[in-house]
């Protein structure tokens, strides 16, 4: 049997709206685990559309080997459909069930073929993912998909794509909305799928499974041997080799100008010295108009070398440079924010969840406490409960879907509003510390990426009158690329208040320095060790 691999020849895809994603685009990926990685908008998401041919290229080609099978990074699913219907499998079952009844016909024996068993495949798959809670037996596959949660209808949408025994496997931030145990099983099936896996991710986690790492950037792909961490080290050392051309570089361009400047005194010497002994007339005039041609002739290829290697000198900066990549922070300094230690920031007690729990509780102090448990379990309920049950202190929340803004509105007006009494140049000044810099906090809110998208509503309800002294951060690393999630663990690692955050990314969690754990279950909320 043929190994699986998928190739990708010249492909060139544009937009509609003129905007060019590839041109020419070159790349062989083999059979195993390899991680896509990329900055927010470089196109990873569309090119995994180009390869399960949901969208089509201007030019070139996509060739694979074997069956392929795609999960999107954003899935909706229409709540009345019945689980068998997602998972693509309910004529079959309805071939099978009036094959055992007894009424069955040639069609329905033509459509069950090899598939006699795969209501127990479909219920297995299931359960290796940890649905067994929700969908125990083969009964189930007729529930509605309206009594999933949202990670339960993503390990569904995951089955529907195993059931099809794919040779090529796509997923797109898979890991998004699942919970610790979730996460574990599908890192599980990524260990055992022998075909070609190419998985878009920010899950460290995740990545440092992979065999490789494939790079986009700037339209092109790198691969990289090795693992997340691996390519991390990789090009971290580059980076500094990178730092050092650039610090020699520079340094050759100021003794090169130091050098182009000695010359010229020299050369003002002399040319004073030559108009001296031609006024004085010490020598014959012939003679003093061969030396004065001379050394015109001398001093311009003096100049014009010594302009030359400071040009030369300049294109090996700018060629170092261009290797150095974009490490941006984002820095805040709200003093504003600041929560003292023994300040009571909430205290509720009874909050009442859909669940029909009843739970407490109390933060003090800038305590970051991380909010854990299974998917379903009313992580998302519990924060709204603390809103509406009113901290001491003023709180923001950001939402999981960071529907904060105005969308018919820049991302400078939409900071404005949330603080009026702020001026137009503090404004532009605080964007700035979000890397929104000039015209690039002019830019329409609607037509902002996952990344951006974080940083200016971040941003927004940290510029908020007044300043908010609690946050309350709901899956903030949901669709982020790395250099967005570094991003959004600098600003919390500065900010002085208090933080509640549900997230199911330990990595993240550990990185912004949680000091309480607490996990919701069906017990209630209890204190839990660090994981």
Not at 45 to 69: K, N
């Amino acid at each position: 049997m043929a190994q699986s691999y998928l190739s990708l020849s010249d492909l060139t895809f544009t937009w509609p709206d003129g905007q060019p994603v590839f041109d020419g685009l070159d790349a062989v990926i083999g059979s195993g685990r390899t991680g896509l990685v990329g900055l927010n908008g470089s196109g990873k998401s569309t090119l995994l559309r180009l390869i399960a041919g949901h969208l089509h290229p201007d030019s070139g080609s996509v060739a694979t080997h074997g069956e392929v099978a795609y999960l999107p990074q954003n899935i909706t699913l229409d709540p009345t459909l019945r689980v068998d219907r997602i998972l693509g499998i309910a004529d079959v079952r309805a071939s099978l069930h009036r094959i055992e009844s007894g009424a069955g016909t040639s069609a329905d024996f033509d459509v069950a073929q090899s598939r006699w068993d795969i209501e127990e495949r479909a219920v297995s798959t299931l359960h290796r993912l940890g649905l067994e809670r929700v969908l125990e037996s083969a009964s189930d596959l007729d529930r509605t998909v309206g009594t999933l949660s949202g990670g339960e209808t993503v390990l569904l949408s995951l089955t529907a794509q195993l059931l099809k025994e794919p040779e090529v496997l796509l997923l797109d931030e898979p890991t998004n909305n699942l919970d610790t145990e979730s996460r574990s099983r599908l890192y599980e099936v990524v260990q055992r799928f022998s075909g070609t896996l190419l998985v878009v991710s920010h899950d460290r986690e995740l990545l440092d499974s992979m065999d490789s790492i494939a790079e986009l950037r700037d339209g092109r792909i790198r691969m990289f041997g090795g693992n997340f961490s691996a390519y991390r080290e990789t090009i971290e050392a580059e980076q500094e080799t990178a730092r050092t051309a650039v610090r020699d570089a520079r340094n050759d361009v100021e003794k090169q100008k130091r050098e182009l400047a000695e010359a010229r005194i020299k050369l003002d010497r002399r040319k004073r010295y030559g108009q001296k002994m031609f006024e004085d007339k010490r020598e014959p005039r012939a003679a003093m108009r061969l030396r004065k041609r001379q050394a015109q002739e001398s001093a311009g290829k003096l100049r014009n070398n010594h302009l030359g290697k400071v040009d030369e000198a300049r294109e090996t900066l700018t060629e170092a440079a261009s290797a150095l990549r974009d490490d941006r922070e984002v820095r805040i300094d709200l003093p504003d924010t600041e929560v003292h230690s023994g300040q009571q920031v909430v205290s509720v007690r009874g909050l009442s969840l859909v669940s029909g729990q009843r739970v407490s509780l109390d933060v003090v102090g800038p305590e970051r406490i991380a909010l854990v448990g299974p998917n379903g379990a009313g992580k998302t309920t519990l924060l709204e409960a603390v809103v509406a049950a009113g901290p001491r202190v003023p709180s923001k929340t950001l939402p999981q879907r960071l529907d904060v803004f105005d969308e018919s509105q820049s991302v400078a007006e939409n900071a404005a509003a949330a603080a009026p009494h702020a001026s137009a140049e503090q404004i532009r000044a605080h964007l700035a510390r979000f890397l929104f810099r000039g015209t690039d906090s002019d830019v329409c809110a609607s037509t902002l990426s996952g990344g951006e998208r974080l940083r200016a509503a971040l941003a927004t309800i940290l510029l908020a009158e007044p300043a908010p002294r609690l946050l309350l951060m709901d899956e903030p690393t949901n669709n982020l690329d790395l250099p967005s999630l570094a991003h959004l663990t600098q600003a919390l690692r500065s900010y002085r208040g208090a933080l509640i955050v549900v997230s199911h990314d330990r990595q993240f969690l550990h990185d912004v320095g949680i000091t309480r754990w607490l996990a919701l279950t069906g017990e209630g909320l209890r204190a839990c060790p660090s994981p």
